[in-house]
């Protein structure tokens, strides 16, 4: 192939990953689904049938509208979480959380320590939208 018909088929490469739609979801430390669009957060909590003990439930299920600066903040908070390997663990534990990246071709997901400071801030985040 010809380096000037590469060029158009390098530059439409390009241009459909930088417009991927990513989505994120995490599990908080009970369990708690959050799953963040570029205009929505839905949360799914657990029902006391689902939780170890019976009783533990995460409260009531919530759609909200997100603004684009609400998507930025998140987004930043799970990625510099997914970059952060130091506060990776290998098996999902109690307390721990589980975050997921989901693009149209790829997806990336990782478990984070308890009580990091990612996990921390996330929360804080989470907690603040949904209420």
């Known amino acids: 192939m010809k380096l000037k018909n590469l060029i158009p088929c390098l530059t439409l490469l390009i ?3 930088m417009n991927e739609s990513v989505r994120y979801e995490y599990a908080d430390g009970n369990a708690n689904l959050y799953q963040l ?4 957060l839905r949360f799914v909590p657990v029902k006391p049938e689902e939780s170890s003990t019976g009783l533990y439930s ?14 930025h903040e998140l987004k930043t908070q799970f990625d510099n979480a997914l970059d952060n390997s130091a506060n990776h663990i290998k098996d999902r534990m109690k307390t721990s959380g ?4 989901i ?3 790829s997806k990336e997901q990782c478990i984070i320590k308890p009580g990091c400071a990612e996990m921390i801030e996330i929360e ?5 939208m949904l209420h």
């Open 98 to 101: 589980l975050i997921s990246m």
């Open 15 to 17: 241009i459909s990953c």
């Open 58 to 71: 995460g409260g009531e299920p919530r759609n909200i509208p997100v603004t684009k600066a609400q998507f």
């Open 124 to 128: 804080k985040t989470l907690k603040r």
């Open 103 to 105: 693009g149209s071709s």
């Open 37 to 40: 669009s570029e205009t929505e």
